[in-house]
């Protein structure tokens, strides 16, 4: 992972960087139903002007360090968590209320991440987010905040994402598939077959694809809108078009449940696999995040949160 300086955050700006936000009751209960909700206005003008100049140094540093996903991003990087702004933002009264609300659990915040796309890049395919939540049990569960620091119309500029409700297809699946997979292959058992028949299903021209491109779902956002979602849905990155501006920049946060309890069994495999292993692809040893390691305090099957190297608690 790459080292960067952190942003340096006054502690006397009292600047508001989590609005307050109500959500109505019949949009939370299709935040249970499908996975994912759009929080409008959820952080002001000042959050996001801040936003932006730490994800700009971030990925400009992993620009430098050569930590990329090939074609897919020049420019992605994690560590985004250790900045002041990201503190600003999930110890807010406001993001807690909204957010531990909707979920209906304290949380684990786990990590940060920034990510620039550029126009002629692909971003990535139909996934879900198998290495950020790599080292916690299949039934432990896990969200994304998606934080775009430009506005995103879908139809004119693309750039944004496509997402899959989770009463339709889920990726829960595929999680408990890795951690079996995982023990497999720690036993030393030989998975290719599985891993070969997996692929065909899941690979990027997968049988898939048709039933997911007919049942996408994509958004408008206004600077300050959000997309929260689970760790199990399944998204891709829409690619920027023509019209669209040259890049578009966005922030991840990624939280668990307060609960969740360490999967080393997964997190090898996951690790080894590159994320792939819940779909039969091998993707490589990702170079962006170590996270899930940390945990060496604990034994396997025991809550994060007994670790000294736990993130804090929302």
């Known amino acids: 992972m790459s080292t960067v300086s952190h942003d340096v955050v006054d502690e006397n700006d009292t600047r508001c960087f989590v609005n307050p936000v109500d959500i109505p009751l019949e949009k939370s209960e299709k935040f249970k139903e499908n996975g994912f909700i759009k929080i409008e206005g959820l952080l002001s003008p000042a959050c996001i002007q801040a936003l932006r100049e730490a994800a700009l140094l971030h990925v400009r540093s992993a620009s430098d360090f050569d930590t990329n996903y090939g074609s897919e991003f020049k420019r992605l990087t994690y560590g985004l968590g250790q900045t002041g702004v990201l503190r600003r933002i999930y110890t807010a009264n406001s993001f807690r209320k909204i957010v531990v609300s909707l979920i209906g659990n304290p949380l684990i915040m786990s990590e940060g991440l920034a990510l620039e796309l550029r126009k002629g890049e692909t971003g990535f395919t139909w996934h879900y987010d198998s290495v950020s939540f790599r080292f916690i049990r299949p039934i432990d569960p896990g969200y994304s905040i998606w934080i775009p620091l430009n506005t995103i119309d879908p139809d004119?500029?693309?750039?944004?994402?496509?997402?899959?409700?989770?009463?339709?297809?889920?990726?829960?699946?595929?999680?408990?598939?890795?951690?079996?997979?995982?023990?497999?292959?720690?036993k030393g058992d030989d998975i290719s077959a599985m891993s070969s028949s997996l692929q065909k299903v899941f690979s990027t021209s997968s049988l898939l694809k048709e039933i997911f491109e007919e049942n996408k779902v994509e958004d408008e956002f206004s600077?300050?809108?959000?997309?929260?979602?689970?760790?199990?849905?399944?998204?891709?990155?829409?690619?920027?078009?023509?019209?669209?501006?040259?890049?578009?920049?966005?922030?991840?946060?990624?939280?668990?449940?307060?609960?969740?309890?360490?999967?080393?069994?997964?997190?090898?495999?996951?690790?080894?696999?590159g994320g792939g292993m819940g779909m039969g692809v091998e993707w490589g040893h990702p170079k962006q995040t170590i996270y899930g390691s940390q945990f060496v305090d604990i034994a396997d099957g025991d809550e994060l949160r007994n670790s000294r190297f736990c993130g804090p608690i929302i």
């Open 223 to 273: 600077l300050g809108d959000v997309l929260l979602f689970t760790k199990s849905v399944w998204h891709r990155t829409s690619p920027l078009k023509e019209s669209g501006p040259n890049s578009r920049l966005a922030v991840a946060i990624r939280l668990l449940d307060w609960r969740s309890r360490l999967d080393s069994g997964m997190f090898e495999g996951e690790t080894h696999s």
């Open 156 to 186: 004119r500029d693309g750039g944004g994402m496509a997402y899959i409700p989770e009463n339709l297809l889920s990726g829960v699946f595929n999680y408990q598939l890795s951690s079996l997979l995982s023990k497999k292959i720690s």
